[in-house]
């Protein structure tokens, strides 16, 4: 368990680079709330966007996660507490007005760079005209 990374993995360096190329400056592994023990793999704060790439093994994808062949009772456990966890996790952030994006570690980074950076700027044009209205 010690050798699994929790963050700066292949797939979140890769879409962090797309994101950055895009002129998007970021938090890595960083608590979007203070009162929440939980880390973000990108937060934009001041869009309040929190981002997640998870892995297929360790959240549960529903196209390739397998259950492991030994200790499986431990395991199946671990997966299901984590997945919960990220259900809690997003209800919290969006309870506190936050966007939270979620993308799988197979999923093309190209694609969830531009996701992120439209929901971005998406939230940064509202917060702009809410402050011109009032």
């Given at each position: 368990m010690q050798a699994i990374r929790s963050r700066d993995t292949k797939p979140e360096q890769l879409i962090r680079r797309l994101v950055h190329a895009q002129g998007?400056?970021?938090?890595v592994a960083a608590k979007p709330l203070p009162g929440l023990r939980r880390t973000a793999d990108l937060v934009f704060r001041p869009a309040k966007v929190a981002v997640f790439v998870d892995g297929c093994y360790w959240h549960g994808c529903p196209e390739h996660y397998v259950s492991p062949k030994t200790n499986t009772g431990y395991w199946s456990d671990k997966v299901?507490?984590?997945v919960a966890r990220d259900r809690d996790t997003d209800q919290r952030l969006t309870e506190a007005g936050?966007?939270?994006l979620r993308f799988w570690e197979h999923e093309p980074a190209d694609k969830c760079a531009a996701h992120i950076a439209a929901e971005v700027e998406r939230r940064r044009a509202s917060a702009r005209v809410s402050k011109e209205d009032g």
């Open positions: 998007l400056r970021y938090r299901a507490g984590n936050w966007l939270v």
